[in-house]
């Protein structure tokens, strides 16, 4: 006669009462079935997981420069002419010092400045002119 087992009781057959709970013992499956599953997570955390990627505005930053760096790196170097590509100028500090500066964007005080030391202003790249009076039709 063949001797039958019976597995009696919940703590049988697997070790330690801890290691074998279920499936969750095993972990998440990562973001798999996000759609479903995890979905408050996903609202709240990833909101732009599923659809199409829109498009983004490009925008063009300008680094900023200041009044007072530039009159240090003219010090530094001896500069007669200065090009910054990609910066905007602004009107922190003084400068000393007559000089030629080239960049995409200037603000007012910056150029008073510069203009007021003996210097010149360029702006580099496209300028977009704002007319403050509208468009005329003759």
């Not at 019976?6 to 013992?25: C, E, L």
Request: hydrophobic content about 25%; proline content about 2%; some cysteine.
């Amino acid at each position: 006669m063949k001797k039958i087992r019976k597995y009696r009781g919940r703590k049988t057959g697997h070790g330690a009462k801890k290691k074998h709970r279920g499936h969750g013992s095993k972990g998440g499956r990562g973001r798999a079935g996000l759609g479903e599953s995890k979905r408050g997570w996903k609202e709240k955390y990833e909101p732009d997981h599923f659809g199409k990627p829109s498009l983004k505005s490009f925008k063009n930053d300008l680094k900023v420069i200041n009044l007072d760096q530039i009159s240090s790196l003219i010090e530094k170097n001896n500069l007669k002419c200065l090009e910054l590509k990609d910066y905007k100028v602004l009107g922190r500090g003084n400068l000393n010092h007559k000089i030629t500066i080239r960049a995409n964007s200037f603000s007012s005080s910056a150029i008073q400045k510069i203009e007021s030391a003996g210097g010149k202003v360029e702006l580099i790249g496209k300028v977009k002119i704002k007319n403050p009076e509208g468009s005329k039709s003759e």
